[in-house]
């Protein structure tokens, strides 16, 4: 039964997982021609996609409401009502683009956390304001993207990820390098790019949502629906909860690049080398996590509280094994993964000093994602946002700036990153007795 259920996981999270890993592809596209444009350019993308992620992601974590709501009805045998959600939820992106664009255009609070180089302050905020345009786009895009994955029909999002890199790959590399035939543009190039792939994946969301035969049963477009004050209620009380865990997350991420920041662009961009590298492994218990809510989301619309706890069993069991090999993997090949980044003998020590603590925490990840994941499919948000406030502000980003800054022997930028392990094992720790007990609650 156990091998049934790792079964049904892997064919929903694999192609999750290649889809994110394209989608991540972006930003190391970015990364890798930036790192040999020069050195503030790479710092600012360093900075500023930090403060865009942050933003985009907190938005999106809201919107990630839609796919318990989704799974549920989904399992309830309740189909009709599934376009209704999802054209709420389109609503919900709309609204929410509006104080993303204005954070872009306004950083100012995020920039002043650090003291950044004028240099690439000046690049960063350029950069943010040319992503600020293409806010909307990506926001209604993230809710397709969650819709889908609630059906479990994660394919078409790995087509449009691919398309979108590739475009994305070719635009900023004749943007960045000026071999468009004008000047270098340097991280502008990749701001510009960055717009373009975020229209071009929504028109591919809208025609796959228009044309596509396995989402015609569920009429997306019929019966439009303007936005609605109860249905967006509801939605906004499964979604912020998420929205700010995802904040939170990330955001210790972010304003561990500001705060790093302060100690030279070679510094920085070093922890920029790493931060990608982390994101990368993130993609793999991410890809798990989310097909285990969309099991858990589907059994509890049918009550079938034994079918949900196997599902867990199965994403726990994939996500931990996995993400040891993971690991284990980015310890043996640290030299050439630093490598392939930069040329800068400088940035690659810094980035070789700083890729054991992501090896080590592989597997207290994965423990952490599945279980909050697992916790959104019985719709329990509020105290697993609880606990990522205490381990990833509290431990990983206070916890860090203590040791980076403030402790007897201080560590820069490897006090960020032991924080961050110690964060996320604690967070595992939490999360997981926190599903213990909602398995048992529901079970009872």
Not at 187 to 193: F, M
Not at 358 to 382: E, I, K, M, N, P
Request: charged share 10%; proline share 4%; aromatic share 10%.
């Amino acid at each position: 039964m156990l091998v049934h259920h790792c079964r049904v996981l892997l064919a929903h999270a694999v192609p999750i997982l290649f889809a994110q890993l394209s989608s991540m592809g972006m930003m190391v596209i970015d990364t890798a021609l930036l790192g040999h444009h020069g050195t503030d350019d790479l710092a600012a993308v360093a900075v500023g996609g930090g403060i865009y992620i942050s933003v985009v992601f907190a938005l999106v974590g809201v919107l990630q409401a839609v796919a318990p709501t989704v799974a549920h009805l989904h399992g309830a045998g309740r189909d009709s009502e599934i376009a209704a959600a999802l054209q709420q939820a389109f609503w919900l992106a709309l609204l929410l683009a509006i104080p993303g664009v204005l954070v872009l255009f306004h950083p100012d609070p995020l920039l002043a956390l650090s003291r950044i180089e004028p240099a690439v302050e000046a690049k960063a905020r350029a950069y943010l304001a040319l992503l600020a345009l293409g806010m909307p786009a990506i926001l209604l895009y993230r809710t397709f993207h969650a819709f889908c994955n609630a059906l479990g029909r994660p394919r078409p999002l790995l087509l449009i990820s691919l398309g979108s890199t590739l475009l994305h790959g070719v635009v900023a590399s004749l943007l960045v390098t000026g071999a468009w035939g004008g000047e270098a543009l340097g991280v502008i190039g990749c701001g510009l790019s960055n717009v373009v792939v975020s229209f071009f994946s929504l028109f591919c969301a809208a025609a796959y949502l228009r044309i596509g035969k396995p989402l015609q049963r569920y009429r997306p477009f019929a019966g439009w629906r303007l936005p609605q004050r109860s249905a967006l209620a509801r939605l906004l009380r499964l979604g912020l909860p998420m929205g700010f865990s995802h904040f939170v997350e990330i955001s210790s991420f972010t304003l561990m690049a500001l705060f790093v920041a302060q100690l030279g662009a070679t510094v920085v961009a070093g922890h920029r080398i790493v931060a990608n590298l982390a994101a990368i492994c993130y993609m793999l218990p991410l890809a798990l996590g989310i097909a285990t809510l969309a099991q858990v989301g589907q059994a509890t619309g049918t009550r079938d509280w034994g079918r949900a706890e196997r599902s867990i069993g199965a994403g726990l069991l994939l996500a931990v094994s996995l993400s040891t090999l993971l690991g284990i993997v980015v310890w043996l090949f640290g030299m050439p993964l630093a490598a392939a980044w930069t040329d800068d003998p400088a940035v690659q020590a810094v980035a070789l000093g700083l890729l054991g603590y992501v090896a080590f925490y592989q597997v207290f990840d994965a423990v952490q994602t599945v279980a909050a994941h697992a916790l959104r499919g019985y719709r329990v948000t509020f105290a697993p946002m609880c606990v990522h406030v205490l381990c990833f502000w509290g431990v990983g980003l206070f916890g860090g700036w203590w040791l980076a800054f403030r402790s007897p022997r201080p560590m820069g930028a490897g006090g960020f990153w032991l924080a961050s392990a110690v964060s996320l094992a604690l967070a595992s720790v939490l999360l997981g007795a926190l599903l213990r007990r909602a398995m048992r609650v529901v079970g009872e």
